[in-house]
């Protein structure tokens, strides 16, 4: 009874799809990083400094070091894009499936 009830959890809550979900999320995650570090921050590193991670900004006695900080946000936006690009695409496919 209890398996039986746990198949139907899984069912009911698509806890496989989230697992699937959750894996190409991890993998989506580390090609930006690497498309992000290793394609995009050494095109605008001559921009900012020689190297782009330790890129400061001197307030006075305050350093900021904005260099790793803009490769994370460029990862945010990508990634960012993508899921909203991916979730579009869906809403549209479920709205069509249900006519």
């Known amino acids: 009874m209890l398996v039986k ?6 069912r009911e809550y698509k806890v496989f799809t989230l697992a699937i979900a959750f894996i190409m999320g991890g993998a989506s995650n ?6 992000v ?8 590193a001559p921009l900012m400094a020689d ?12 350093h900021m070091v904005y260099g790793a900080f803009l490769a994370e946000l460029l990862n945010f936006l ?5 899921i909203f690009l991916v979730t579009k695409k869906l809403i549209k496919l479920e709205g069509e499936t249900k006519k």
Do not use: C, H, Q, Y
């Open 5 to 10: 009830e746990f198949w139907e959890f899984l």
């Open 51 to 62: 190297n782009w991670r330790e890129a400061t900004l001197n307030l006075g006695s305050v």
């Open 37 to 44: 570090k290793d394609i995009i921050m050494p095109i605008v």
């Open 30 to 35: 580390a090609l930006v990083n690497s498309l």
């Open 78 to 82: 990508i990634l960012a894009l993508i």
